[in-house]
Structure formats: structure tokens, C-alpha cells
């Protein structure tokens, strides 16, 4: 059962802050988070392994409550090159498959 | 540091017909994981391999099929081909297994007829 991600879309200013929610139903072992352009390869963000930890990335943060199987990433004073469509991909186990939510769409416009 | 290549880049088959997708892992990585990716969906695991051998498959009928070479570069055969099939199918990368980095490659878009 893939995870789910919510929201499905967000258009945001440039220099806006947002918010991607990534739900599973399982309990999970790590979260990767993935952007990927329009006709282009998904692109690496950042891995989390179950402790809670949170990571950044520039000004693209994420946290992971392995309790609640939940992740978050914080998008923070968005720029133009955030648009993209956001994945989240879970693992059950180390080793695990990855299975990937269906996306959160954000269009940052000038 | 080459990253991750696949052939061809686009490929159009009518059903019925077979097909092959190749991929060329990241200098240094010996772990290959395909998914397919249908429009406006995100990618959905087919099988990993690794040190050639088929280590996890995903919910994928078995005309969906595989191969990881010595030199880790790893194929993907679909045979009997439906239109459903139709999608861009990636491979992705990394090294060892346990909750590593995947680093995905262009993909090939096949489109079925």
C-alpha cells in the first residue's frame, strides 16, 4: 500500500514557505524524498532512517516521526527551481523495496 | 563520475511484441532497481537485483523479467506487450541494499500501440 501525500498540489510566491505530508499506513524504516521536473529523472532530496531525525538541504528541510509514520518537508522561502513534482518514497525494512507516494505538484511563480 | 545511463531513450512497440531496456548503474554502485512510472503517477517498483541475482519483486506479472550482468548493467525484459505497459520506466542505483541512496537514471519511454 503506497503512502499518501498531501497536499496533491501547491502554487506558491516565490520566497513562500510550504509544507508536503507524507502518510503510510505501516511502520516504516526510512523515508527518501525525491523532486522530479517535467520529463526529467527524479532527483535525490534526503533519506531518513526511523530515530526522528531531520535533515536539510539548503533551505529544504524534512522530519520523520517514526511513531505516527509520518514525514514532512518544509520548503522554506521557495525559489523558482523548487517547481517540481515532490515523492516520497518509504522503506518497511532495510533493504526494502522503496514504495512511492503519488506526488506533490508545486509551481513556485515568480 | 558517470551516473546512471539507460537505453534506448524512447521506444515504440505494438502489443503482442517483446522488448528490452538496458541500464548502466553509477561508477561504484552494484545494486539495480527498476520501476515504471505511468503519467501523473510516481514510480512503482518492478525488482531489484544485485549481485546478479533477483533480490525483491514488486506486484508485477512474469512477463515482466530481468538480468543483472557481472559488470552490474541489468536489463529489463516485458514480453507480450499491452497497452498499459505504456510508461516511463526508470532504473535507479545504489550501493548495497539496506536503506541506501537511489540515484535514478533518464529513463526509456515506451509507448505501446
Known amino acids: 500500500q503506497q503512502p499518501v501525500q498531501s497536499p496533491q498540489a501547491v502554487i506558491l510566491r516565490e520566497g513562500e514557505d510550504a509544507v508536503i505530508n507524507c502518510s503510510s499506513s505501516k511502520a516504516l524504516y526510512s523515508v527518501h524524498w525525491y523532486r522530479q521536473k517535467h520529463g526529467e529523472a527524479p532527483i535525490f532530496l534526503m533519506i531518513l532512517l526511523k530515530g526522528g531525525e531531520q535533515k536539510g538541504h539548503d533551505k529544504i528541510s524534512a522530519s520523520f516521526n517514526e511513531k505516527k509514520q509520518q514525514s514532512s518537508l518544509y520548503l522554506t522561502a521557495s525559489q523558482l527551481s523548487y517547481s517540481g513534482t515532490y515523492f516520497c518514497?518509504?522503506?518497511?525494512?532495510?533493504?526494502?523495496?522503496?514504495?512511492f507516494g503519488g506526488g506533490t505538484r508545486v509551481l513556485v511563480k515568480p | 563520475d558517470a551516473g546512471v545511463t539507460q537505453s534506448p531513450t524512447h521506444l515504440i512497440k505494438t502489443r503482442g511484441q517483446q522488448v528490452t531496456l538496458r541500464c548502466s548503474p553509477k561508477s561504484g554502485h552494484d545494486t539495480v532497481s527498476w520501476y515504471q512510472q505511468a503519467l501523473g503517477q510516481g514510480p512503482q517498483f518492478i525488482f531489484q537485483?544485485?549481485?546478479?541475482?533477483?533480490?525483491q519483486r514488486g506486484n508485477f506479472p512474469d512477463r515482466f523479467s530481468g538480468h543483472q550482468f557481472p559488470n552490474y548493467s541489468s536489463e529489463l525484459n516485458v514480453n507480450a506487450l499491452l497497452l498499459g505497459d505504456s510508461a516511463l520506466y526508470l532504473c535507479?542505483?545504489?550501493?548495497?541494499?539496506?536503506?541506501?541512496?537511489?540515484?535514478f537514471g533518464p529513463g526509456t519511454r515506451l509507448l505501446v500501440l
Open positions: 518514497g518509504t522503506e518497511e525494512a532495510a533493504g526494502n523495496k522503496l514504495t
Open positions: 537485483y544485485y549481485e546478479e541475482e533477483e533480490r
Open positions: 535507479a542505483s545504489s550501493l548495497g541494499l539496506a536503506a541506501t541512496t537511489q540515484y
